[in-house]
């Protein structure tokens, strides 16, 4: 079965009503055999801030070491986010063993006219990812309500109720009491309850669940009814109280969380009081789980990498666009205070909703707008526009607008909102996923030599067996390969066949969500689309601009592009700028992989580091702690008692210094000391790394790895490995990105030997133009891994196989070669270069 097959399936079944109740899905998980039995479970119920805190709880458990699940609705353009194991979503191969799975089950349950519906067999989906992976811990987003949720069929550890207001009304109730009453059966059994609610909400939680563990705000008088309108628990309500300090910057927020023990200070990734209240449930959450005395440093940073996108999420500057999923009066309310926080000259809304949304209550509760433009995401749910519109006419809104989609709506509004203006995107999760595609697409170009490379790119973009073998002659050629709208996939494909190329796309038929579209042609007919997509909607300017860059092509004027694509701004004075680099490694440590202990000592490794300059190193990288397979970790101090010295006498060398760690407090020192780029092997994963880069103003490298040190024998799943590291490290950039680094700053390395089986290594290497997608430098570190075992190496000391693969990396558009042995990659570096580009010696090439 394909992944488009079972997407296809799964997304049919949203044709069946919502039934109340874990006895369906109870039966379908006993149909595959109870995969979920040995996980343990934290469930998050409530009306608002459930998501966040669900995410906060899994952050902090990993941090801790647990191996964790995270399952979350609704999804942003596929389907796969809302089930993650360590952050990283389930692949295609997964969904699609698991319809393979459960749809005679299903089938047959249908045919006996008991359907199970999209959220139920999604949600034993996610219990069965669970279970196969062996997670320790998996945090359930509760979907509605709580006692007849199909989250309930787990007993959980630990759980909470983050709020409660009026939602969902016709199938939880008409009052709060009533759907507080249904939220309060995720009580687990031996432990307390943990909520924020307030008023007749917590009352009722009281009663019904039993013990709880009360989350309120420091000088808060409660709201007294419970009704979201933003009202905290009070301080003698309360078992432990957050203090909402207020933004650092548009990115972060501070909150203090305590209760009779202590006093955890920490910084979240997300902005607004309400916030603060979420990481307070988020805490009392996972000290129930890792235990009370789980140390503070631990909690904070699991709080700070807590990312969410689409929850007061920071896109642009000049004009600020944010992206915010608020969609109920309650949620607007709090968008509204966050708002406040900031100095806005000017504020222009981009608003979308679901039609069983309270649209009046909305539009009340949000801040006053300047201008409001409605619109319809692709969804059939979605209210239409001119509804909308009306409903801000009669709030008092003057200038209104009504734009049909979502990519124009952002565009009309960005395009009249001045510097020091705010764009606001809010009213529903779906609006924000499409309003955020353009900040994390890639649109990768791809090499397409033969018909059989050409269907092994259709079938990766889930196109049809049968279109697949209709277009794939036509498919070798330029070709790209990118993720869009339906609606856009049927644009593109018509202007691409109208100028002589050729256009597929995916066979996932459903709304809403973003489906894979292959183009191939000519340089000539892609400069033809491009002009020909040139002032259309449907936001395909945007999309036009990617593609324009993918093949190496000028963008037209006044084509629409938010994200910002020159890799060559800012590149001048690395030496990367122009050639291939070659970075000699210089481990001070006592036990790294191929040369531990050999330059411990400061003064041969200065020694060291002065004959690789003399042999042609463009940049020196020093690191104080091995991440080969089983290293241990060492101490802040010892790291840099290693480095520090001998970056400091670097600095009197005529080259390019960089630091190899993962702790941004070494990182800090070693800038201090004279080092020139950040070097951080795991991705950023210190929250404070991007911050630093983007203060020095610094490259900095963000390595894709699953674990640094690299844990041996780990068994990690890739549907194609070149195509999911790229999509994730997109996510990194972006994070690098919203913190004030420019991307012609981000240097991505795709991590060979870091997660990745040795076979994967060479396809990351074969396939290495294909990280131009990302806008960024490209660094590739391959010397004396054990990958070269396959061709008859030696793991560990090969350096033949090494010189071979800095030819065949700077080939392949490689900007930096991450090497031991600087004098033979040098060498290998420039034969590559000039079999590429012989015109360079000019005259010499006569002799």
């Not at 960024?776 to 010397?783: A, D, E, I, K």
Request: contains cysteine; proline residues 4%; hydrophobic residues 40%.
């Amino acid at each position: 079965m394909q992944y488009h097959e079972a997407a296809n399936f799964l997304f049919d079944l949203r044709r069946f009503r919502v039934k109340p109740g874990t006895e369906s899905i109870r039966e379908l998980l006993a149909h595959l055999g109870d995969p979920h039995s040995e996980v343990d479970f934290v469930q998050v119920a409530g009306s608002n801030g459930k998501g966040s805190t669900a995410r906060m709880v899994e952050s902090v458990c990993r941090e801790a070491g647990l191996r964790t699940g995270l399952y979350t609705s609704p999804h942003f353009d596929d389907l796969r986010e809302r089930i993650r194991i360590d952050g990283r979503k389930m692949t295609k191969g997964a969904v699609a063993t698991f319809v393979a799975a459960a749809k005679p089950f299903l089938v047959e349950r249908a045919a006996a006219g008991k359907p199970l519906t999209f959220f139920e067999v999604v949600t034993a989906m996610g219990l069965w990812q669970f279970g196969r992976r062996e997670v320790d811990l998996a945090v359930l987003e509760v979907g509605m309500g709580g006692e007849l949720d199909a989250t309930s069929v787990v007993s959980p550890v630990a759980s909470a109720v983050t709020n409660v207001t009026l939602e969902h009304t016709a199938v939880l109730g008409d009052t709060v009491a009533e759907i507080a009453t249904t939220k309060a059966a995720v009580a687990p059994d031996g432990a307390p309850l943990v909520t924020a609610a307030t008023g007749e909400a917590l009352d009722v939680l009281r009663r019904e669940a039993g013990e709880l563990l009360v989350v309120g705000e420091t000088g808060a008088d409660g709201d007294g009814d419970g009704d979201g309108s933003g009202g905290r628990a009070t301080e003698s309500e309360a078992d432990l109280l957050v203090d909402y300090e207020g933004r650092i910057n548009d990115q972060e927020s501070r909150v203090t969380v305590v209760d009779d023990e202590r006093t955890l200070s920490a910084r979240l990734p997300l902005i607004g009081a309400y916030q603060a209240s979420n990481a307070g449930v988020a805490v009392a959450l996972a000290r129930q789980v890792l235990g009370a005395d789980t140390d503070d440093e631990t909690v904070a940073r699991g709080l700070r990498n807590a990312h969410w996108p689409g929850r007061f999420e920071v896109v642009e500057r000049e004009p600020t666009v944010v992206l915010d999923g608020a969609h109920n009066p309650g949620a607007c309310a709090e968008l509204a205070r966050t708002v406040d926080e900031f100095d806005v000259d000017g504020l222009h809304l981009v608003f979308a909703a679901m039609h069983d949304k309270d649209h009046a209550g909305m539009a009340a509760a949000l801040p006053d707008a300047d201008s409001v433009v409605t619109c319809r995401p692709a969804i059939d749910r979605a209210e239409d526009p001119e509804v909308l519109a009306r409903v801000f006419r009669n709030d008092g809104v003057d200038d209104v607008r009504v734009v049909d989609t979502v990519a124009d709506a952002v565009r009309d509004a960005r395009e009249r909102a001045a510097p020091g203006e705010f764009v606001l995107v809010t009213g529903s999760l779906f609006l924000v996923a499409e309003a955020r595609a353009p900040y994390s697409r890639v649109t990768v170009p791809r090499t397409v030599q033969d018909r059989d490379d050409a269907s092994r790119v259709l079938a990766g973009a889930d196109v049809t067996a049968e279109d697949r073998e209709r277009t794939a002659d036509e498919t070798v050629h330029r070709t790209v390969r990118t993720r869009v709208q339906r609606r856009q996939a049927r644009e593109l494909r018509a202007e691409m066949l109208d100028v002589g190329g050729a256009c597929v796309s995916s066979g996932l038929r459903s709304g809403g969500e973003l489906v894979e579209v292959v183009l191939s042609g000519t340089l000539a007919q892609f400069a033809a689309l491009v002009d020909a997509l040139d002032g259309q909607g449907l936001g395909l300017s945007g999309v036009a601009a990617e593609l324009a860059a993918s093949v190496g092509l000028d963008s037209p004027a006044g084509l629409d592009d938010p994200v910002d694509t020159d890799t060559d701004r800012e590149r001048d004075g690395y030496p990367w700028a122009d050639r291939t680099a070659v970075m000699g490694i210089l481990n001070v440590t006592p036990d790294s992989f191929h040369d531990g202990g050999e330059y411990l000592d400061p003064g041969v490794a200065i020694d060291r580091a002065t004959e690789m300059v003399g042999a042609g190193a463009d940049v020196i990288d020093v690191g104080g702690e091995s991440t080969r397979p089983g290293a241990d970790p060492v101490t802040v101090d010892e790291e840099k008692r290693r480095v520090l010295p001998v970056v400091e006498a670097l600095v009197d060398l005529d080259v390019t210094v960089s630091v190899d760690t993962r702790r941004a407090e070494v990182g800090e020192a070693a800038l201090d000391a004279g080092a020139d780029v950040l070097n951080d092997v795991t991705g950023l994963s210190d929250p404070e790394m991007r911050f630093l880069a983007a203060e020095r103003e610094v490259p900095v490298i963000v390595m894709h790895s699953i674990d640094a040190p690299v844990v041996p024998g780990k068994d990690v799943e890739y549907d194609d490995v070149v195509e999911d590291v790229i999509a994730e490290l997109r996510e990194r950039v972006l994070l690098a990105e919203k913190a004030g680094i420019p991307r012609a700053r981000v240097v991505v390395d795709p991590g060979l030997g870091f997660g990745k089986s040795k076979a994967e290594n060479f396809e990351l290497l074969g396939r290495l133009e294909e990280f131009r997608a990302l806008g960024c430098p490209v660094l590739v570190g391959h010397s004396h891994k054990s990958m070269f075992e396959l061709v008859g190496g030696d793991g560990g000391d090969d350096l033949p196989s090494t010189v071979a693969g800095s030819a065949v990396a700077a080939a392949n558009g490689a900007d930096l070669v991450r090497v031991h042995d600087v004098a033979e990659n040098v060498r290998a570096v420039r034969v590559a270069e000039a079999a590429s580009d012989p015109s360079q010696f000019g005259d010499e090439s006569q002799d």
